[in-house]
């Protein structure tokens, strides 16, 4: 991973919390690669109590489409 942006953790209730993040990457990964990569975000992120995360991955020289994000 090279760098994180346009992340946003909130929560509607107070006790389920949801992520969503870009996640820019400093090498193209494999899909497996990306799976497990993922997987580990997830997993660190319910020990932090975020029940719900969305990832969106950026690969090398990708730019972001919203500009507000970049």
């Not at 919390?17 to 990964?29: P, Q």
């Not at 899909?31 to 995360?53: F, G, P, T, Y």
Request: proline share 1%; glycine share 2%.
């Amino acid at each position: 991973v090279d760098s994180v942006h346009d992340l946003h953790i909130w929560s509607a209730d107070g006790e389920y919390n949801v992520m969503t993040v870009h996640v820019v990457l400093k090498r193209a990964l494999s899909m497996d690669e990306l799976q497990r990569l993922k997987n580990k975000i997830r997993e660190k992120m319910q020990a932090m109590k975020v029940q719900h995360s969305t990832i969106e991955f950026e690969m090398p020289g990708e730019n972001c489409e919203m500009e507000e994000c970049c």
